[in-house]
Structure formats: structure tokens, C-alpha cells
């Protein structure tokens, strides 16, 4: 879709750009054009940019209206320690640096995806609502994107056995029709997306750096040209290496699959923190690759929550790790992150479907645009006065019983002691929601509750 130009201090995109006008506001405010020693204003950061963009919800204005109007003028009464309305200004006023990163960027085959857009990786919305990146630059097939699969995780200096391994579980995701999912880092991540290439499957790699130079690779080429491949990154497409980018990067990973294999952690660094935080916040199901290695962190893992994988890995099948109790889990908590957690739409995006400047397939868009997105936590329970009614004319009709639905995923949720706080995280309910409900198993007694500090553990039926 072409837009039109939008007026900017520094210049302006050309009507050939694919971008909309709410995309280009989101990359001026979130995003490097160039390295960041060289950017004279730091682009917001998803924090930042949330509280911004809840503000601009409460005026009744959208990020593209920054592009059309006087930024002085809208940004009056904006106050916030860390982000000054100067900043704001100068980050719009990039608009001839984005111009130039763009057309270079896409004359390399890469694409923009923002929060607003319909392409956007729906899981990463459900799971990490505002904390999903505002903006990922990408190659390859962007409906694959939301096609989930099995992160794969491990060391860079993974042995030759846990290698060979890894690439028998990318060749046996690609014959089950199950994309693998990781980082595209040499070691586990290369070999499980290498291995699931060579036999035509689909791989989804989040990469931390170098995607521009990924981009044209001839390791992924073959992938990429036969549309089994994307290659994403939150970060700025020309970025180097950067341990805090890698870290950042890994609960990309898990949040994009449905289920997750950690092949080999070592005791401290990026795969035991990623896997850690998935199991913290039960984004999906985490299996563990039996070892030997007395300084792996393997067994660690298991016992914060992780499953061992059958220890006859000749004949496990990948399906075996999707379709569990967890994973069903996960598909209950997308099913209530619908119910529970969308927000009502404002007035003002209702009214912005008459403005002659957004064209018929930008409209949906604008409906569920980046400033919902941003302030999804702040509305998401405006519905809860509503939820007993939803739930009650479900059962009438037939439907699922969202209770019902509840009480079953505890099951996998509270097999172990678990607080309220990590059940609001993995159910996405409000927590007048949760408590009725935790009440309710209480008095069925289907939960117990343990004290100092305050934890739910489902019973063991006898």
C-alpha cells in the first residue's frame, strides 16, 4: 500500500514506500538508522515508548497524527523525567534517515513489521503484550511468522554429539511438518535450523544481530528463496554482536513456538536465563535433553520445571513434545488472552475510519493499531464487570466453561506450589478474575493453599 508524503522537519518518505504512516511514526520514535553512537537522539525503548504511546491514546491521538500535524503543538502538556518532548522531536525529524535505511534495506530483500500490522506475530502479542519489541525488521516469508514450532536452544560450544543431535531433530521436525524455531547463532541454533532446511522444513530464526548480512547469506539463501524461511530481529539490521542483544533476543525465541528443547545450558549465560524466564512465566512447554556433562545445567533446569526428554532418542517423534498438557495449556491461554485481555475500542479509532487519508485496507490497522497494542495491560480489564456473563452464556450455548476450562489447565499450571502472580502471567486474567476462581477451586477442593509466602498447589486426586 502507498502513502502519501507525510511532512517532517528532515524530510520526507517517497510515495513508493510500503510503509504506513502509523509504521513510519512507530520506526522514527523506536528505531536506529544507523549505528547508535552516530544517532543523535535515542529512539524510545519499549518501555518508554508504552507510556508515550498510552498518552497519546489519552489525547485521542494516534502516532500518525505526529507526522501530519506540528509536533510542538500535540506534544503540549507531555511530561515525562526520561523522555523529553525535545527527543520526541528530534527523533520525528529522521524522516530523511529513514528514507535512506529503508531503501537500502529493502534493496537487500528486507521487510518492516510494526505491532499495528496484521503480519505481526501474534504470539509474541498474547505472551508479552506491551513488552513485545514495537518494530521487527525481517527477510523471507512473513506469514511464517505465526506459524509456531519447536524452539530449539543450546550452547554455541555444544559437543559434536549434542550437534549431531540437534540436527536429527530439525531433519525430524521438517518430516513431521513442524517448524523449528531459534536464534541463528553458530552451534544448537545453526545446526537445528540447518538440519531442518536440508529437508525442506520451515525455520523461524530470531537473530541478534547482522540481519542485513544474514539477509543476503548463502547459508540461508536456499530457505529464503523457497519461502520455508524468515529471519527476524527487534534490533537495528546492521548491528553487531551484543551479548545484552542475545540475552534480550531469547524469549523472542520461546514466545514464537509452542513447545521448546534446550539441548544443552551450561551453568550461567544466555540459554539458561532464556530457559529460566520460560519457565518463570510459562510461555510454553520446556523439555530437556538428557546429558552426561557434569558442568551442564540440564538436570538444573528439570528441577525448576523443565521435562526430561525419553531417554531413547532414536524414536521419539516431535509431535511427542506438542501435543501435552502444556502445550494445551497454551492454547487455553491464547483462547483467554482473547476473552480476557482485548480492550474495548476506543471512540477515536472509530472515528478515524472517515479520514480520507487512510485507504480501505489500512482501516483495520488503524482499528487495532500500535497505541492499543501499547496500552492493551491499562485496558484489558475493562471487561471484567462482563466475563461471569460471557462465561455463563458459554455453558448455556454449549461452549467451553472458561471455570471448567481453568480448573483443568491448574492441572499442568499449580502441579507445583505457584503464586498468583505467575497465574496471572500465564492465564492472562484479571486478578478479581483469578482470585473468584482460586476461591472457588479452594472450596470444590480442588487446590490447596500454601502460606508464607502465598502459593496454590492443585490436590492429588486419591
Known amino acids: 500500500m502507498n502513502v502519501p508524503h507525510f511532512s517532517s522537519a528532515d524530510g520526507a518518505l517517497s510515495a513508493e514506500s510500503s510503509l504506513s504512516p502509523t509504521a513510519q511514526a512507530t520506526l522514527l520514535l523506536t528505531s536506529y538508522f544507523s549505528k547508535a553512537s552516530s544517532e543523535s537522539a535515542k529512539p524510545l525503548t519499549n518501555a518508554e515508548w508504552g507510556r508515550f504511546a498510552l498518552w497519546l491514546k489519552e489525547k485521542s491521538t494516534t502516532p500518525a497524527d505526529l507526522l501530519v500535524t506540528d509536533p510542538k503543538a500535540l506534544l503540549q502538556g507531555w511530561h515525562d523525567a526520561r523522555i523529553g518532548a525535545e527527543r520526541i522531536i528530534a527523533l520525528l525529524n529522521r524522516g530523511h534517515s529513514l528514507a535512506l535505511a529503508m531503501e537500502k534495506w529493502q534493496r537487500a530483500g528486507l521487510w518492516v513489521v510494526t505491532r499495528s500490522d496484521p503480519e505481526y506475530p501474534k504470539r509474541l502479542k498474547q505472551r508479552l503484550k506491551t513488552d513485545s519489541p514495537p518494530v521487527l525488521f525481517g527477510c523471507g516469508n512473513k ?4 506459524a509456531g514450532g519447536l524452539a530449539v536452544i543450546g550452547s554455541r560450544n555444544a559437543s559434536e554429539a549434542d550437534l549431531a543431535f540437534t540436527e536429527q531433530v530439525g531433519a525430524k521436525a521438517a518430516k513431521e511438518g513442524i517448524a523449528i524455531v531459534s536464534g541463528g547463532a553458530r552451534g544448537v541454533d545453526e545446526t537445528a535450523m540447518l538440519g531442518a532446511m536440508k529437508q525442506g522444513g520451515v525455520v523461524i530464526g530470531v537473530m541478534a544481530d547482522s540481519l542485513l548480512k544474514s539477509a543476503t547469506s548463502i547459508k540461508w539463501r536456499k530457505g529464503l528463496m523457497d519461502d520455508h524461511a524468515v529471519l527476524v ?3 537495528y539490521p546492521e548491528a553487531g554482536f551484543s551479548a545484552g542483544n542475545a540475552m534480550a533476543r531469547n524469549k523472542y ?5 509452542d513447545s521448546s528443547l534446550v539441548i544443552h545450558s551450561g551453568k550461567k549465560g544466555g540459554t539458561l536465563s532464556g530457559a ?9 512447554p520446556l523439555w530437556v535433553k538428557q546429558t552426561t556433562d557434569k558442568d551442564a545445567a540440564n538436570a538444573d533446569l528439570v528441577t525448576k520445571g523443565g521435562r526430561w526428554l525419553e531417554a531413547d532418542t532414536q524414536a521419539f517423534r516431535i509431535a511427542q513434545l506438542m501435543c501435552n498438557d502444556g502445550g494445551r495449556a497454551n492454547q487455553v491461554q491464547e483462547q483467554m488472552g482473547d476473552l480476557f485481555s482485548t480492550p474495548a475500542q476506543p471512540k477515536f479509532f472509530a472515528e478515524t475510519e472517515s479520514d480520507p487519508e487512510i485507504e480501505p485496507d489500512h482501516k483495520k490497522e488503524v482499528v487495532e493499531s500500535e497505541i492499543e497494542s501499547a496500552v492493551n495491560e491499562n485496558q484489558a480489564y475493562n471487561v471484567v464487570n462482563s466475563e461471569q456473563t460471557a462465561e455463563s452464556e458459554a455453558a448455556s450455548s454449549g461452549s467451553v466453561d472458561f471455570y471448567q476450562l481453568f480448573v483443568s489447565e491448574l492441572q499442568y499450571l499449580a502441579k507445583k506450589p505457584v503464586t498468583a502472580e505467575a497465574l496471572i502471567e500465564s492465564t492472562q486474567l484479571h486478578k478479581s478474575q483469578l482470585t473468584e476462581w482460586l476461591k472457588r477451586a479452594e472450596e470444590e477442593g480442588l487446590l490447596g493453599k500454601l502460606n508464607r509466602p502465598v502459593r496454590y498447589q492443585v490436590k492429588n486426586k486419591k
Open 276 to 284: 529460566e524466564e520460560n519457565l518463570k512465566k510459562a510461555w510454553v
Open 253 to 257: 525465541i520461546y514466545c514464537l513456538a
Open 233 to 235: 530481529s527487534p534490533f
Open 143 to 146: 506469514a511464517l511468522l505465526n
